[in-house]
């Protein structure tokens, strides 16, 4: 059956909305596909439902043809499964969590590892049962710090995630082959819903894991960064980005007397150099870190860490913590110390240096980025006191000299920060990298077997042997499809929408809904849904122009426009949204289904 509009609800809006900061929020509004309900809440309304309902069932027809098996697990999750994996103390505040009327207390899944682990430790019991990959497609909650830009990071959101479970890596029925095979339908599945997008090397976050890889839509909205070699055989999450070959050493003379000076008024890396008339490449930038660790049944114990870096780079937060976990393996969380409670434990935030170590008697560590591990050269920094800093700054005579044998334990030289546009690629080829921006639509990761490890989920193999099981995981946004589709598919008067996840495939305009042209209208509509084209009718009692800026905004494929001239001739109007050649061409009314049909399919090529 076609849709009428009158039947349905599509409240367009002429006005660009104020709130909405990027093309695919303020579309999303303005065709009536999506209403904010809060921060970070959104209704999707019929229109919006039925082009998310088309990514979906991309999404299962893949998943299903993968050989996952679809479930459903609640959304409220109680704490407690979150005892072992202390994930909850990982996720912090991003955790959702409420409390029953029996005080019983309960999170809002954020993902699903705890629970499906839990369901299979229950069922699973030989190797005999595995490999198998179950999924879902459910609701996720997420207590964002910045809900923005509408559907694309919401507080709410639908995603498909699935499980796989192994007993081995490599190999037959081992996680390899399983992601291997995710990998490829994710790559079907955002090849058919018609989104560009570019697979990069992934950090895991507090999932966990060993290897994982992200599913980018490149473009400049995108909030995430994106580093590509020039030699095109390395692309990686700035998250995760690997710098090339950098030298370090301590060695170098001083360049002068460490030099305290008064910097009222400087609270920023460029208001220093202002100031002190050098560059942002001359300073060490010292920063302060609270690192987490398990102690005990629902507790965390920390401690300390110092980051530094160039001036003019930024601290890499995963990289941080991979390197706080190569010295104190187990580490939960490495976030930056809040503010009062440093200065409190001595450190003169905003003014730090590396040689605030000196004197501490608890267990500090530095972690020095390469570039900012140079002996040689003149070096500012602060002067771990309160609007000062220093000039001449020296590791050897500053620093480790003065610590003398606990040095080489204390500051550590690592890869600790962000990879940036001209940095040197990673991969052996060499080359160079660009910065380029994305929206992370879909994620797949190798968890080994952090989540069997930490719940004992174990399965026996062919010699009776207990085994923990190896598991990956697979995410996917399912709002972020449509918005990152209209983010690289829309002009000046709305939606482009790729023919594979359009509300409608046709979208039938009659100047009229009367007499003949309604008659005509609904004649064609039945044969076009026949054909299984899904067909939307204009029938609002509208001037011809609101209805064609209308069909425009909400952007599907195919529009028909039904008049009495074009019906003189037996003909309809057709016109393929977004395509400039396309000027309403007459087509014979015995033609249009053939017409659609290829204009569809073609696109979808
Ligand atoms: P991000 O880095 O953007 O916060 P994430 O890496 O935390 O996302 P995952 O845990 O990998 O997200 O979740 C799987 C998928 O769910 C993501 O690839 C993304 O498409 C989607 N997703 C995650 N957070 C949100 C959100 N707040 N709103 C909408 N979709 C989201
Ligand atoms: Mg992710």
Same mark, same amino acid.
């Given at each position: 059956?076609?849709t ?29 596909l ?10 999707y309304?019929p229109a919006g439902w039925r082009a998310l309902h088309k990514a979906i069932e991309i999404v299962r027809q893949e998943m299903d043809a993968a050989?996952a098996a679809e479930l459903l697990?609640? $959304? #409220?999750? /109680? ?5 072992? *994996?202390?994930?909850?103390?990982? &996720?912090? !505040? =991003?955790?959702? @969590? +409420? ?7 309960? $999170? #809002?899944? /954020? ?5 499906? *682990?839990?369901?299979?430790?229950? &069922?699973? !019991? =030989?190797?005999? @049962? +595995?490999?198998?990959?179950?999924y879902q497609i459910q609701p ?18 639908i995603m498909k995630d699935a ?22 339908a994710y790559c079907r599945i955002f090849d058919r819903c018609g989104l ?245 639509v879909g ?33 996917i946004g399912l709002g972020r499809i449509l918005?990152?589709a ?11 929408w790729p023919p594979a996840i359009a509300p409608y495939s ?23 849904e026949?054909?299984g084209i899904d ?21 599907c494929p ?42 569809l399919s073609?696109?979808t090529?």
């Open positions: 059956m076609p009428l509009w009158s039947q349905t609800l599509i409240p367009t809006a002429r006005q660009d909305p104020a709130e909405a900061e990027v093309p695919s929020h303020r579309l999303m509004l303005r065709a009536g999506i209403r904010q309900l809060g921060a970070g809440l959104y209704t309304l050989g697990m609640p $959304a #409220l999750e /109680p704490i407690e499964i979150f005892a072992d *994996t202390k994930r909850d103390l990982e &996720y912090g !505040e =991003s955790l959702l @969590q +409420l409390e029953d009327r029996a005080g019983r207390r309960y $999170a #809002l899944a /954020p993902t699903h590892e705890e629970v499906i *682990t839990e369901a299979m430790r229950a &069922y699973i !019991e =030989s190797y005999r @049962q +595995l490999p198998l990959t179950l996720k909650y997420r207590d964002e710090p910045r809900p923005r830009f509408g559907v694309l990071r919401s507080r709410e959101f499980y796989s479970f192994h007993l081995s890596l490599d190999g037959p029925g081992g996680l390899d082959e399983t992601y291997d095979r995710m990998y490829r560009p997008y570019e697979v990069v090397e992934a950090e895991s976050g507090p999932i966990g894991g060993s290897a994982s890889h992200e599913f980018m839509v490149i473009c400049d909205t995108g909030e995430d960064t994106i580093l590509k070699s020039d030699r095109g055989d390395y692309a990686a999450n700035v998250q995760k980005c690997a710098i090339g070959e950098r030298s370090w050493s301590f060695d170098g003379a001083p360049t002068g007397d460490l030099d305290e000076v008064h910097t009222p008024d400087c609270a920023t890396i460029d208001e220093v150099c202002r100031f002190l008339k050098c560059k942002p490449s001359k300073m060490l930038k010292t920063l302060v870190y609270e690192a987490s660790f398990p102690s005990g049944r629902d507790q965390v114990e920390s401690q300390y860490v110092v980051a530094v870096v160039r001036g003019d780079h930024d601290v890499n937060p995963s990289k941080l913590r991979t390197a706080v976990d190569s010295v104190q393996p187990g580490v939960l969380s490495v976030d930056l110390a809040p503010e009062q409670a440093a200065r409190q434990d001595g450190f003169a935030v905003g003014y730090v240096g590396p040689h605030a170590l000196l004197g501490r008697s608890d267990k500090t560590l530095v972690f020095v980025d390469r570039d900012a591990a140079q002996g040689e050269g003149f070096w500012v920094t602060g002067a771990n006191k309160a609007d000062h800093h220093v000039r001449h700054f020296n590791w050897n005579r500053e620093l480790l000299e003065p610590l003398g044998k606990t040095a080489g334990d204390r500051v550590i030289v690592a890869d600790v920060r962000n990879a940036r546009d001209g940095d040197p690629s990673p991969t052996a080829a060499g080359g160079t990298l660009t910065a380029v921006r994305g929206i992370e994620h797949v990761f190798k968890l080994g077997t952090k989540y069997s490890d930490a719940m004992g989920f174990t399965v026996s193999d062919k010699n009776q042997r207990q085994c923990p099981v190896i598991m990956g995981c697979y995410g918005a990152a209209i983010e690289t598919s829309h002009d000046q008067d709305g939606i482009i046709v979208h039938i305009v009659p100047i009229k809904f009367e007499g003949e042209l309604c008659k005509t209208c609904l004649a064609v509509a039945e044969r076009l026949a054909a067909v939307l009718i204009d029938d609002r009692a509208e001037r011809p122009g609101v209805k064609f800026k209308d069909a425009d905004l909400l952007g195919v529009r028909l426009t039904i008049g009495d001239k074009a019906l003189a001739q037996n003909s309809v109007e057709f016109k393929r949204r977004g395509d400039r050649t396309s000027k309403g061409d007459l087509v014979k009314l015995d033609a249009v289904v053939e017409e659609v049909a290829k204009s073609q696109v090529t």
